[in-house]
Structures are given as structure tokens and as C-alpha cells.
């Protein structure tokens, strides 16, 4: 998985690296101990996810000009 070196400056931020402590599940591990999964983790699969969707839109829907600039927005948000 590649991210833009603005998307790891961002994750690189306490603000950002605090999300590691907050559970994405809550308390379903004690139930499913597979279940470990966490708010930094999901954030980034999110915003790498969000990416790919708007390349394949930008690849399909041309009237739509997507460029770099936005899908960089959109992943930041998703962030």
C-alpha cells in the first residue's frame, strides 16, 4: 500500500498516532480476540481505500475530472 508523503506526515503527527489507543470495535475482542483492530489501523485503509475508489471514477466517469489534487483531498478527509 502506497501513500502520498502528505498522507504519512499527517499520520506521523501525535494527533494522529493517539488513534493507535482507541479500539474500532470496542469491546468485541474479549468476545472475538481476532477482533484487534484499532482506529489508527482503520483510518489509513479507509483513507487508501477512498483513494482507489475515486481513481476508478476517474478512470470511468472522465466528465467527472477528478485530478490528483482532489483525490489527495478526499484521502485526507477520510483520514
Do not use: W
Request: aromatic letters at 6%; charged letters at 30%.
Amino acid at each position: 500500500m502506497e501513500l502520498h508523503p502528505l498522507l504519512v506526515k499527517i499520520i506521523d503527527t501525535p494527533q494522529f498516532q493517539r488513534l493507535r489507543d482507541i479500539k474500532q470495535l470496542g469491546g468485541c475482542y474479549r468476545v472475538y480476540p481476532g477482533a484487534s483492530h484499532n482506529r489508527f489501523e482503520h483510518s489509513i485503509g479507509v483513507a487508501y481505500l477512498a483513494g482507489e475508489l475515486a481513481k476508478s471514477l476517474r478512470s470511468r466517469q472522465r466528465e467527472l475530472k477528478i485530478d490528483d489534487r482532489d483525490i489527495l483531498c478526499l484521502q485526507i478527509a477520510e483520514e
